[in-house]
């Protein structure tokens, strides 16, 4: 069974943690493993998921972090990848 954010946010609250402090960043080499097994290029898969090469840049760089629809249409991009594979938890100052 795959985890969502939303089931990784409730598992956070359980634990204490303050779920408006946690966000979602992408896991640059899992991506890239991902794209190399699909043969498709970073920006193939902005392309894909209706993004610009350069945000694609930014979220691989941890520049920027990706909101929920990003999160959503990058997953669609990989439906056999586990959330935790291509996103991590990181907690962010208020």
Do not use: W
Not at 8 to 30: H, S, T
Not at 37 to 57: W, Y
Not at 69 to 94: G, H, L, N, Q
């Amino acid at each position: 069974m795959q985890t969502s954010a939303s089931d990784l946010i409730l598992r956070l609250m359980d634990e204490g943690k303050d779920y408006q402090r946690i966000r979602f960043r992408l896991r640059r080499r899992p991506i890239l493993r991902l794209l190399a097994k699909q043969n498709m290029s970073q920006n193939d898969l902005a392309r894909k998921c209706g993004l610009s090469s350069g945000f694609m840049s930014q979220l691989l760089t941890g520049e920027r972090l990706p909101g929920p629809s990003t999160r959503r249409k990058i997953m669609a991009r990989f439906p056999k990848a586990a959330f935790e594979v291509i996103f991590e938890e990181i907690e962010v100052d208020s």
